[in-house]
């Protein structure tokens, strides 16, 4: 069953750093999504991507957060100068058409210390 | 705003009948979802109901829908120790372009023999 991989499992990097989380979505799905779950809170919504540009974002996805689609597979998240804050569990997800079920990734886990 | 309450934990006894409970606020959800998240993984798609049904049954699980008490419940017959994992409940608001989910805190359901 196809599936939604995301790379790397666990990210460490130091506060002010810039990371790029990746996603490879479900080849013939053409909306893409991140979520993020703080340890011990709720997957909470940053932002949804479709034809190239962001459909909507949560109030979390600030100025500091950018997303894209390098190239006909990759859908990348980029923190650009992380805080301590940012440490959690993101997920990225996709889906055939923007009503339908989306499908999560394993998951990258971000320290920051 | 849209808000999503589940119990945070059930335990039940192997070979029993599982019920999870879950409350959301939006009535204008298009979807829910009841997601699975084993411990290490992402969140796999168990099942989904679209919100102009009541019931849709899929193998041992049988999601019920009161959209007048917006209530959701999942049912797991025969629940074996598989199934020990932590089960979100998830409303789905479609924007004219793309859905975003809105989870609850997810509910910890722990088999015991």
């Known amino acids: 069953e196809p599936e939604v991989t995301q790379t790397p499992s666990h990210q460490v990097t130091q506060m002010g750093q810039e990371v790029i989380l990746r996603c490879v979505p479900i080849?013939?799905?053409?909306?893409f999504y991140w979520y993020r779950q703080i340890l011990g809170q709720k997957v909470e919504f940053l932002v949804s991507f479709y034809n190239n540009e962001i459909s909507e974002k949560s109030e979390i996805f600030d100025d500091q957060f950018s997303v894209e689609r390098p190239d006909g597979s990759n859908f990348t998240l980029k923190i650009r100068s992380t805080k301590l804050e940012d440490s959690a569990m993101y997920f990225c997800a996709s889906s055939a058409d923007g009503n339908q079920p989306q499908h999560f990734g394993d998951g990258t886990r971000l320290s920051i210390l | 705003g849209e808000d999503v309450e589940q119990s945070l934990f059930l335990s039940v006894r192997e070979g029993d009948s599982s019920v999870i409970n879950c409350t959301y606020t939006?009535?204008?959800?298009?979807?829910l979802y009841w997601y699975k998240q084993e411990p290490g993984a992402g969140l796999q798609l168990l099942t989904y109901i679209f919100s102009n049904m009541d019931m849709k049954q899929d193998q041992r699980l049988t999601v019920l829908l009161n959209k007048k008490d917006k209530h959701l419940s999942l049912r797991i017959a025969d629940t074996q120790t598989g199934d020990s994992a932590i089960y979100f409940c998830?409303?789905?608001?479609?924007?004219?372009?793309?859905?975003?989910?809105?989870f609850g805190t997810g509910t910890r359901l722990q088999v015991t023999l």
């Open positions: 998830a409303e789905s608001l479609y924007t004219g372009t793309a859905s975003k989910l809105t």
């Open positions: 939006d009535s204008s959800s298009t979807y």
């Open positions: 080849s013939n799905h053409l909306y």
